[in-house]
């Protein structure tokens, strides 16, 4: 436990995050040191939400279509609202008669 006076001076910040998320994290963290999530950086987790955004299959014509484009009609996804019409107007079997 020499180490802890060793490094105290940016170890307590640390450690106090590490405690305050869970305590047997703390042990970890200092053996670590800067491998752990921090970085050293402080807040740099601030990620864009744009980057999920998954491509999804048009059941009509197969095209991939991003998914806050594509629109969904009857929990099936289309491109676009035409193949949406066309495939539910598509005959189901032969509809001859
Ligand atoms: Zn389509």
Do not use: Y
């Amino acid at each position: 436990m020499r180490n802890f006076f060793f490094l105290s001076q940016w170890l307590l910040k640390k450690l106090r995050r590490a405690n305050e998320r869970a305590q047997g994290d703390a042990s970890d963290a200092w053996t670590a040191g800067s491998a752990t999530a921090g970085g050293g950086n402080g807040a740099a987790t601030d990620g864009a939400p744009q980057l999920a955004d998954p491509l999804v299959r048009c059941v009509q014509c197969g095209v991939h279509t991003p998914r806050s484009e594509s629109i969904v009609v009857a929990g099936e996804r289309f491109c676009c609202a035409d193949h949406a019409r066309a495939h539910a107007s598509r005959p189901t079997g032969r509809d001859a008669r």
